[in-house]
């Protein structure tokens, strides 16, 4: 690490590098921009599966069978009058390209169906906040208008992310001020840390989404913004990690770049082995069948590059520029007691009271972690488009009412694409139990469409047996493929097990090599990853509780447990490796116990700040009424302070202190190893 060290701090000589690189990443902020794309209907589905074919090939068919909107009228009191009726059916006469009104059997409600020609989410939106304005206006006496179906609950879906960029940084970033005012007790040196992550941010969101265009992979709001969150939670970790031991070296040392030089050596280390071990488990993502998840992954490894890079070469050339005095009033003088050597600390007796008895704490530790974890029995996962927002908008609540007087899939149906006899598809689908009808309605050359209207309320178990029953009664027709919402949350939970199968197992070998070649041991990285995956799986477990109590969901969104796992287990590693990176380093001169109690003591404050800093602005994905991210982010906020506060604090100090020099095994770690 020498020439990252005198390339950042040497003095006199390379003090303008800070100023460079900031510059340098404003021009391409600037100059550059984040690439621009218009999202598809097929970033969010799987790969190969059925539902995505039948979206593929609507391409082919006439424009009029594209989304559609449902116009719902429903009665103030009562049923529909004689003349709000015929009123109604003047608006929406019947054509040869659909039946025109339809009024329910209780006559409570009526529905028109309106083709969506448009494409790109943008031109859906606008067009569906017409038609929502063309019902609402001279409607009869006592009745009521709103717009619900596929494109009305995507426009609602697009209105989620409107500003949702300035919202979610500006969130972030207020969180991780306050977190850093506390930690520092500073009213200047916060600003430095927030400042270059924020530059960082800003130019990861710029280089991933170009990286993302030359690779041709899909983006949208919701990656740039957790993007942000991770490069605003990584970047401060590994910003606290340095600052605090460069503020131990200036109690040791007069010269502020000697200082600096000495905690950077020590803390590249970790660093790049952290950030290395995040890089690698995000780019398993590349794996995925899901398009958006693949991008998020490259943008999120990006994102951590950029973090670890502003974190090592910017940081550091800006905290000596600026001296001792950003530290006021708690300035470091030389002679002050450092972190490690303070026997009163709370860290220090937490760890005193685990040496005395570390398998009381290890068992203590383990039992609750399991009685946590027991919630992930109970899990159900598969979200329906109606779960989807944590405010209930338009589309959803005028599905809802529409099931009430229709039946339950007549505002969503069940697409069909054959190259069949369509009138024999939609016979055959007729006779499965629980299908309502089946009506043939575009056809282009060989290519024909069959709606589908399922009895099922969308969303429910039923519905998706359904899916898979019409499935198995249509399997005898050539190239014939059954999408629509419901077909799409049946492939995305297959696709999900599919990633969950395939990726977590590498993230498991990548995380576990990383952490071998750093620690240049076998025993202690299993034990890590151990420790990280039964944090994930209580995190998932007590999360659970936490959706099914107060936070009244009923499902988990069958994208969530890959996402926090690797987030968790990626995440997690760091603390671990920071902890146990020091406990190797104060071995060699103190002995293996009073290692890893001097590497708890002096890492204790730090790696709790970062914890609480990454668990907050993770949360802070709830500020989107979308249930996917808070879920998202729920798990990850309980997880990282369950790594943090008993895990990394308790857990791995017992296993270690109770292990002795075992724990390092083969390598020989302790005062008998040389430097």
């Known amino acids: 690490m020498p020439n990252l060290t005198s390339l950042t701090v040497r003095r006199g000589r390379s003090w303008w590098l800070a100023p460079l690189f900031l510059v340098a990443a404003l021009a391409v902020i600037g100059g550059l921009g984040q690439a621009e794309r218009t999202p598809s209907p097929l970033d969010n589905l799987p790969e190969g599966m059925d539902s995505t074919t039948v979206v593929e090939l609507s391409d082919e068919l006439p424009q009029e069978s594209g989304s559609t909107a449902v116009v719902l009228y429903?009665?103030?009191?009562?049923?529909l009058s004689a003349d709000a009726v015929t009123a109604l059916e003047q608006r929406h006469p019947a054509t040869d390209r659909g039946p025109g009104l339809l009024v329910s059997d209780d006559g409570t409600a009526a529905i028109a169906v309106v083709p969506v020609?448009?494409?790109?989410?943008?031109?859906?939106?606008?067009?569906?906040?017409?038609?929502?304005e063309e019902a609402a206006q001279d409607l009869p006496a006592g009745v009521s208008s709103a717009v619900t179906g596929p494109a009305a609950i995507q426009a609602d879906l697009a209105a989620v992310f409107e500003g949702a960029d300035i919202t979610l940084l500006l969130a972030t970033a207020s969180v991780v001020a306050l977190l850093l005012l506390i930690t520092y007790r500073s009213p200047i040196l916060w600003l430095v840390p927030l400042t270059v992550v924020a530059i960082a941010d800003q130019l990861a969101a710029v280089l991933a989404t170009h990286a993302l265009k030359i690779g041709g992979l899909a983006w949208d709001e919701s990656t740039v913004g957790i993007l942000s969150v991770l490069v605003f939670g990584a970047g401060t970790d590994y910003a606290l990690l340095l600052i605090s031991r460069y503020r131990d070296e200036l109690r040791t040392?007069?010269?502020?770049?000697?200082?600096?030089?000495h905690a950077l050596r020590r803390t590249a280390e970790s660093v790049i082995a952290?950030?290395?071990?995040?890089?690698?488990?995000l780019l398993t993502l590349l794996l995925s069948l899901v398009p958006a998840t693949r991008g998020l992954g490259l943008a999120c490894a990006v994102g951590i590059v950029i973090a670890a890079s502003y974190a090592l070469v910017v940081l550091p050339a800006v905290l000596v520029l600026f001296g001792r005095w950003v530290f006021w009033p708690l300035v470091p003088r030389v002679g002050q007691r450092t972190l490690v050597e303070s026997d009163r600390s709370l860290w220090r007796r937490i760890g005193n009271a685990v040496a005395r008895r570390p398998r009381v704490f290890m068992a203590g530790s383990l039992s609750l972690l399991a009685v946590l974890a027991v919630g992930t029995t109970q899990i159900q996962s598969g979200l329906s488009q109606s779960e989807q927002f944590l405010d209930t908008p338009e589309a959803i609540s005028a599905g809802e009412r529409l099931a009430e007087s229709f039946p339950a899939g007549a505002s969503d149906p069940t697409v069909v694409l054959t190259r069949s006899d369509a009138e024999a598809v939609a016979a055959s689908a007729t006779g499965v139990d629980g299908v309502?009808?089946?009506?043939?309605?575009?056809?282009?050359?060989?290519?024909?469409?069959?709606?589908?209207?399922?009895?099922?309320?969308?969303?429910?178990p039923e519905a998706r047996a359904l899916v898979t029953d019409l499935r198995d009664a249509l399997a005898s027709y050539d190239e014939t493929w059954v999408g629509?919402?419901?077909?799409?949350a049946v492939d995305e939970a297959s696709a999900a097990s599919r990633d969950r199968t395939l990726i977590i197992p590498l993230i498991l070998v990548l995380v576990l090599g990383a952490l071998v070649l750093l620690l240049r041991s076998v025993v202690a990285p299993v034990i890590l990853v151990a420790t990280v995956v039964a944090t994930y799986v209580a995190a998932l477990g007590a999360s659970w509780w936490l959706f099914t109590g107060p936070l009244g969901f009923e499902r988990l969104d069958s994208g969530v447990p890959l996402l926090a796992f690797l987030f968790l287990v990626a995440l997690g590693v760091d603390?671990?490796?920071?902890?146990?990176?020091?406990a190797a380093e104060e071995a060699r001169g103190h002995g293996t116990r009073e290692g890893m109690l001097r590497a708890l003591t002096a890492t204790g404050g730090v790696i709790t700040s970062a914890g609480i800093v990454l668990a907050a602005v993770f949360a802070v994905l709830g500020v989107l009424p979308l249930v996917v991210l808070a879920q998202l982010g729920v798990v990850i906020f309980v997880g990282v302070l369950l790594d943090t506060l008993l895990v990394r604090t308790v857990l791995v100090p017992a296993i270690a202190l109770d292990a002795g020099p075992r724990f390092w095994w083969p390598r020989q770690v302790g005062a008998v190893e040389e430097s």
Request: glycine content about 10%; charged content about 30%.
């Open 484 to 488: 629509g919402s419901e077909a799409e």
């Open 74 to 79: 429903t009665a103030d009191e009562g049923p």
């Open 436 to 460: 309502v009808s089946a009506t043939p309605t575009v056809r282009d050359d060989d290519l024909s469409r069959v709606d589908v209207v399922l009895d099922a309320a969308g969303g429910s």
């Open 274 to 281: 952290s950030a290395t071990t995040v890089v690698l488990g």
């Open 117 to 132: 020609t448009e494409e790109g989410a943008t031109e859906i939106a606008d067009r569906v906040g017409e038609i929502r």
């Open 575 to 582: 603390y671990n490796i920071f902890l146990v990176s020091r």
């Open 253 to 261: 040392t007069d010269d502020r770049y000697a200082a600096m030089r």
